[in-house]
């Protein structure tokens, strides 16, 4: 089956822009989604499509990809935005099962 | 709009068989999504374990798959997860979710755009 790889952690000052990348041969066929996960709570999907948000998500939440890499960019990061993120796809290998990435712990500071 | 509820038991015996429901309201188990089953460990990160149409096809995770069994139940507008063999390794919060696939220009997607809160299950005699 295949992988998706994510940075572990990454950091970003409170304002700023950061961009969550997700690596996989999965995103030569399938568009990455994203989700939002904190602690004690509910996985929530952010980003989803080519740049698609679903109802309620901020504008600052964009998605793009390329050849095998899919990321999201947080435009103006807020402190609520600290969390795990997760992206993950069909699995584009004869099994057709689901993939997610390890996941990236953002830190806003 | 729909909603999800997992239910079953929060502790299971090693060797024993956990099992859980997810009830759908606000909308249609037939409306033509999948429905899926992930995990979160202690710890770890999420992990898909499958998923189910109305139609009952499955797709099971191939790690997972010699001990997984997920069903429907349209007339009561629920599905539900079966993992037997269970040991301390199989502890986690376990989630169900909502699919949507669909096809844009020659890419397709696939996003778990309803979750429910999740149910802790521990492995522990």
């Known amino acids: 089956s295949s992988e998706l790889t994510q940075d572990p952690a990454v950091s970003v000052a409170l304002g700023q822009t950061v961009r969550i990348t997700c690596q996989g041969d999965?995103?030569?066929?399938?568009?990455a989604s994203w989700y939002q996960h904190k602690p004690g709570q509910a996985p929530i999907l952010v980003i989803y499509?080519?740049?698609n948000r679903p109802s309620g998500i901020p504008d600052r939440f964009s998605g793009s990809s390329s050849g095998n890499t899919a990321s999201l960019t947080i435009t103006g990061a807020q402190a609520e935005d600290e969390a795990d993120y997760y992206c993950?796809?069909?699995?584009?290998?004869?099994?057709?099962?689901?993939?997610f990435g390890g996941g990236t712990k953002l830190t806003v500071l | 709009q729909v909603q999800l509820q997992e239910s079953g038991p929060g502790l299971v015996k090693p060797s024993g068989t956990l099992s859980l429901t997810c009830a759908v309201s606000?909308?249609?188990?037939?409306?033509?999504?999948?429905w899926s089953w992930v995990r979160q460990p202690p710890g770890k990160g999420l992990e898909w374990i499958g998923e189910i149409h109305h139609t009952e096809t499955t797709k099971y995770n191939p790690s997972l798959k010699s001990r997984v069994t997920i069903s429907v139940d349209k007339s009561k507008n629920q599905f539900s997860l079966r993992l037997s063999s269970v040991t301390a390794a199989d502890t986690a919060v376990y989630y169900c979710?909502?699919?949507?696939?669909?096809?844009?220009?020659?890419?397709?997607?696939?996003?778990?755009?309803?979750w429910g809160h999740g149910t802790t299950v521990t492995v522990s005699s």
């Open positions: 979710a909502r699919v949507d696939t669909g096809v844009i220009i020659l890419y397709y997607y696939y996003a778990m755009d309803v």
């Open positions: 499509g080519k740049n």
């Open positions: 999965s995103l030569r066929s399938y568009y």
């Open positions: 606000g909308g249609s188990i037939s409306s033509g999504h999948w």
């Open positions: 993950n796809s069909r699995d584009s290998s004869s099994n057709h099962g689901v993939v």
